[in-house]
C-alpha cells in the first residue's frame, strides 16, 4: 500500500515533490547537455584524432542512435525491476562512460564509449518521466511539472555549446566528459536520499524481437545516410542498408499489435496529438541538431572562432532558451500546447531560412540574429511536446507515451545531424567551400521548421483532442477488462 502511494504522489509534501522533480531533472541536465556539448568540440576532436567528416556525425550519432534505441526499454524495465533502481543504474554506467570517453586514445574508442553513456541516459530520461507523471496527480500540476521538464531539456541543450566551448579552449575537448562526473555523483546521492522505490501495478513484458527492430532499422538508416556522400547512392551495400531499415519498420508494424505487451503501442499513433507530437518531436530536434553540427564547423573552420568564443557566440540561443523554455510551459500549463507550437515553428523557419545564403562574409549581426530568432523556437518547442504526447493518455500509459516521445527527439537529433553532415559532405570535398555546400543543409533545416508549424496546428485542434479521447478509451476499457478477468481468476 506504502509503494502505491508513493507511485501516485499520495502523502508526499509539496517539497518533497518539488525535490524529486529537481532530481528528476538534474539526470535530464546530464543527459541532455551531453547531446550537444560535444558539437563544439568537434573541430578539436577531428585535429587531435584525426577525424573525418563522417568520423565526426558518428561522435556525435553513436550516442543519439543508442539513446533512441533504448528508452522505450529502459522504461518497461524500471516498470518492472524498480524505477529507483533502474536510476540509479543508469546513473553508474552513464558517469563510467563518461570517464571512459574522457580517455579515449582515438576515434574508434570514442564512439564506443560514447555507446556505453547512452546505455546509461537511455536509463534515466524515461524513468524520470515516469516518476513525474506519477507523482504529480493533479491535472494542473502535472502539465506545469512537464513544462520545469521540457524547460530543462531546452536549457540543457542550449547551454551544453556554451558550456563546451569554454572547456575544450580553457583545459582540453576531453574535460567536456569530465564534468558529467560530479553532477552524476551528486544525482546518484541524492536519489539514493529522496526518491522512493516504485513499479508498476502490472509490469510490461520484455520484447526483445521489437527492439531488435528498433536497433537495426536505426543504426541502418543513419549508417546508410552518413555514408552516402563517400560510397555514392548506388552503392549496393548503401542500398541494402537502406532496404535493411524499410523492412524493420514493416516488420516492427506487423509484429507489434500481435504481442500482448509490444515495445511500440501502435495504437497510440491513433491519437492525433501523440502522432503529430511524435512527428514535431523528430522535426524539431532534426532542425537543431543540424543548425549545431553546420554552425560550428562555420564558426571555426570557416570564420576562425576558437572553441570558446564558438561557444560564447551561440550564447544568445542559450540565453533564449532558458527564457521561452519556461515561459513555454507556463503557457502550456494555461492555455494549451497550439500557441507555443505555432511560435517554435514560424521562427525556427525564419531563423534557418535567413542563413540559407550564408558566406564567409555574413556580418556577424545578422548570424546573431538568426540565431536568436531560432533559439526562440527551441525554446518554445519542448514543452508542447511532451505535453501533448500524454494529453488525454490514462496515468497508466503516460510513462510508455512520454519514452516514445523522448525516443523521437533522439531520433531527430541523429538524423539530422546525419543528413546535414552527408549534404555538406557531398560537396565539400570539392571546389565549393563549406560556406556554399551548408546552403542544401539550410534548406532541410528550414523544411523541419515549416514541419512544425504545419503539424503544430494540425495536431491541436479540437478533432485532433477528440482522437485522443478515443484512444484513451480504448486503453480503459483494457484496464476494465483486466480487472474483471483478474476478479475472475
Known amino acids: 500500500m506504502i509503494v502505491k502511494q508513493w507511485e501516485s504522489g499520495a502523502g508526499m509534501t509539496p517539497r518533497r515533490r518539488l525535490v524529486v522533480l529537481a532530481i528528476c531533472c538534474m539526470s535530464l541536465l546530464i543527459v541532455g547537455m551531453d547531446a550537444t556539448i560535444v558539437n563544439v568540440a568537434l573541430p578539436s576532436i577531428r585535429r587531435d584524432l584525426r577525424s573525418s567528416v563522417a568520423g565526426l556525425q558518428w561522435?556525435?550519432?553513436?550516442?543519439?542512435?543508442?539513446?533512441?534505441?533504448?528508452?522505450?526499454?529502459?522504461g518497461s524495465t524500471a516498470d518492472r525491476l524498480g524505477r529507483r533502481r533502474t536510476f540509479l543504474t543508469g546513473l553508474v554506467i552513464f558517469t563510467l562512460g563518461s570517464l571512459l570517453c574522457s580517455i579515449a586514445p582515438g576515434l574508434g574508442w570514442l564512439v564506443a564509449f560514447r555507446m556505453v553513456q547512452a546505455v546509461?541516459?537511455?536509463?534515466?530520461?524515461?524513468?524520470?518521466?515516469?516518476?513525474?507523471?506519477?507523482?504529480?496527480?493533479?491535472p494542473r500540476e502535472r502539465a506545469r511539472a512537464i513544462g520545469v521538464w521540457g524547460g530543462v531539456v531546452g536549457i540543457s541543450l542550449g547551454v551544453g555549446p556554451v558550456l563546451g566551448g569554454f572547456l575544450t579552449d580553457s583545459v582540453g575537448w576531453r574535460a567536456i566528459f569530465w564534468i558529467n562526473v560530479?553532477?552524476?555523483?551528486?544525482?546518484?546521492?541524492?536519489?539514493?536520499?529522496?526518491?522512493?522505490?516504485?513499479?508498476a501495478e502490472r509490469a510490461r513484458r520484455i520484447d526483445p524481437a521489437g527492439q531488435l527492430l528498433v536497433i537495426i532499422g536505426l543504426l541502418s538508416l543513419t549508417y546508410a545516410i552518413i555514408e552516402?556522400?563517400?560510397?555514392?547512392?548506388?552503392?549496393?551495400?548503401?542500398?541494402?542498408?537502406?532496404?535493411?531499415?524499410?523492412?524493420?519498420?514493416?516488420?516492427?508494424?506487423?509484429?507489434?499489435?500481435?504481442?500482448?505487451?509490444?515495445?511500440?503501442?501502435l495504437r497510440f499513433f491513433r491519437s492525433v496529438p501523440f502522432a503529430g507530437a511524435t512527428v514535431i518531436a523528430v522535426c524539431a530536434f532534426g532542425a537543431f541538431?543540424?543548425?549545431?553540427?553546420?554552425?560550428?564547423?562555420?564558426?571555426?573552420?570557416?570564420?576562425?572562432?576558437?572553441?570558446?568564443?564558438?561557444?560564447?557566440?551561440?550564447?544568445?540561443?542559450?540565453?533564449?532558451?532558458?527564457?521561452?523554455?519556461?515561459?513555454?510551459?507556463?503557457?502550456?500549463?494555461?492555455?494549451?500546447?497550439?500557441?507555443?507550437?505555432f511560435v517554435a515553428g514560424l521562427t525556427m523557419s525564419v531563423g534557418a531560412l535567413s542563413l540559407c545564403g550564408l558566406t564567409a562574409r555574413t556580418s556577424y549581426f545578422w548570424l546573431v540574429a538568426?540565431?536568436?530568432?531560432?533559439?526562440?523556437?527551441?525554446?518554445?518547442?519542448?514543452?508542447?511536446?511532451?505535453?501533448?504526447?500524454?494529453?488525454?493518455?490514462?496515468?497508466?500509459?503516460?510513462?510508455?507515451?512520454?519514452?516514445?516521445?523522448?525516443?523521437?527527439r533522439q531520433v531527430g537529433a541523429s538524423l539530422g545531424v546525419a543528413i546535414v553532415g552527408s549534404v555538406v559532405s557531398a560537396s565539400v570535398g570539392s571546389a565549393v567551400d563549406f560556406s556554399a555546400a551548408s546552403h542544401p543543409a539550410w534548406w532541410i533545416v528550414t523544411g523541419f521548421g515549416v514541419a512544425v508549424l504545419g503539424l503544430g496546428r494540425f495536431s491541436t485542434g479540437a478533432r485532433a483532442n477528440r482522437t485522443a479521447e478515443h484512444t484513451a478509451a480504448l486503453f480503459t476499457a483494457d484496464a476494465v477488462m483486466s480487472a474483471g478477468a483478474r476478479r475472475i481468476g
Open 182 to 199: 560530479p553532477i552524476g555523483i551528486a544525482a546518484f546521492a541524492l536519489t539514493a536520499g529522496f526518491v522512493p522505490e516504485s513499479r
Open 289 to 341: 541538431s543540424g543548425f549545431l553540427f553546420l554552425n560550428t564547423l562555420y564558426l571555426q573552420d570557416v570564420r576562425g572562432l576558437s572553441a570558446l568564443n564558438a561557444g560564447l557566440f551561440v550564447l544568445p540561443v542559450a540565453v533564449m532558451t532558458v527564457i521561452f523554455a519556461p515561459l513555454s510551459g507556463r503557457i502550456v500549463g494555461n492555455r494549451g500546447p497550439r500557441a507555443p507550437l
Open 120 to 138: 546509461g541516459g537511455s536509463m534515466l530520461n524515461p524513468v524520470a518521466m515516469s516518476i513525474i507523471t506519477n507523482v504529480f496527480t493533479d
Open 59 to 74: 561522435t556525435v550519432d553513436a550516442y543519439t542512435v543508442v539513446l533512441a534505441s533504448l528508452l522505450i526499454l529502459a
Open 370 to 408: 538568426s540565431y536568436l530568432v531560432f533559439a526562440v523556437g527551441f525554446g518554445m518547442v519542448n514543452a508542447p511536446i511532451t505535453n501533448t504526447a500524454v494529453s488525454g493518455m490514462p496515468i497508466s500509459q503516460a510513462g510508455v507515451a512520454a519514452a516514445i516521445a523522448s525516443t523521437s
Open 228 to 265: 552516402v556522400p563517400r560510397r555514392g547512392w548506388s552503392a549496393p551495400n548503401i542500398v541494402g542498408l537502406f532496404i535493411v531499415a524499410a523492412a524493420s519498420v514493416v516488420a516492427l508494424i506487423w509484429y507489434e499489435p500481435r504481442r500482448f505487451d509490444p515495445l511500440i503501442e
